[in-house]
């Protein structure tokens, strides 16, 4: 971790749970109450992919420090480079498949129920490492997946309901569609690290990399899922204000990540997912009339704490033997 002061890492994180928290929450209010005209959630993935491709092309500028390095630098790295981009298509397509599924998770299931249940990527994530990055998790942190099962189990068991929401919901598509997007969260993300850590390649050209392949997988998905109506009403069709505002926030969040994960540590990142869950049980409340069930209650603890054990450090025993060592051998030369 680079050094930074604590007010920036706690603004960081703020603005991160802040990003989160209100991206579910809008992105539920814009499929099941703002408008009786739905918009293609495909076309909004695949504008969201451009957002974060001129995003990306704005931060190499910067990095760079001229046009001219920036032009040097896409023409190595995208036009001279075929085989990266190739390498890079796989977690866009991975990624274009979890986030159509949070538009399916989220248009069943409540904001609050998602943003517990998609908590699963932790365990997920943590398998993916294992066989992966061959990387090891301390009991600690094996208990703590444990325990973060159990408490989706727990909200899952009796779903908490929304009594302000009249539209058709299949809570079971909902389950399944989070399932779906967390084995994705898991493996695309372990395998962008992968793939980041084999090179000293900049993180802002494999973003770039990785967003044109996802702009062309987004586009396709368009026309093979929704192609006839989309061209019949308009690549736009449904949108709202508040639709373009759930697109903000899925551009800016997938960019703003990078930034939290250079510059902070895993116990903040857990305090931000558990203040997100409780941030966005609140706007479920007020805004879906959400009823609070003692199993979902149970559950969400038991996953901010478990959130909280998995990002603890690991403790340092290589030095123990060897002490225990030298006790012995002092204790043997009193003896003697």
Known sequence: LEPVSVM???????VMTLVAATYTVVLRYTRTVSSTVMYFSTTAVCITECIKLFLSL????????????LKASIVEHVFWSPKELLKLSVPSVVYAVQNNMAFIALSNLDAAVYQVTYQLKIP???????????????????FSVFMLCLGVTLVQWKPAEATKVQVEQNPFLG???????????GFAGVYFEKVLKSSDTSLWVRNIQMY????????????????????EKGFFYGYTPWVCFVVFLASVGGLYTSVVVKYTDNIMKGFSAAAAIVLSTVA???????????????GAMLVCVSIYLYGLPK???TKLPRADTDKEARQKLITV
């Open 8 to 14: 920036f890492k706690v603004y960081c994180l703020s």
């Open 58 to 69: 704005g931060m190499l500028t910067k990095e760079t420090g001229s046009f001219g390095r």
């Open 124 to 142: 997920c994530t943590a398998l993916c490492m294992v066989l992966m990055l061959n990387r090891s998790l301390s009991r600690l942190q094996w």
């Open 175 to 185: 389950f399944m569609a989070i399932a779906v997007a967390v084995l994705c969260s």
């Open 212 to 231: 044109l392949s996802g702009i062309v997988v987004t586009l396709a998905g368009v026309y093979m899922t929704e192609g006839a109506q989309v061209i």
């Open 284 to 298: 479920s409340v007020t805004l879906f009339g959400l009823q609070i069930t003692a199993t979902f209650a149970c």
């Open 315 to 317: 403790q340092d025993t």
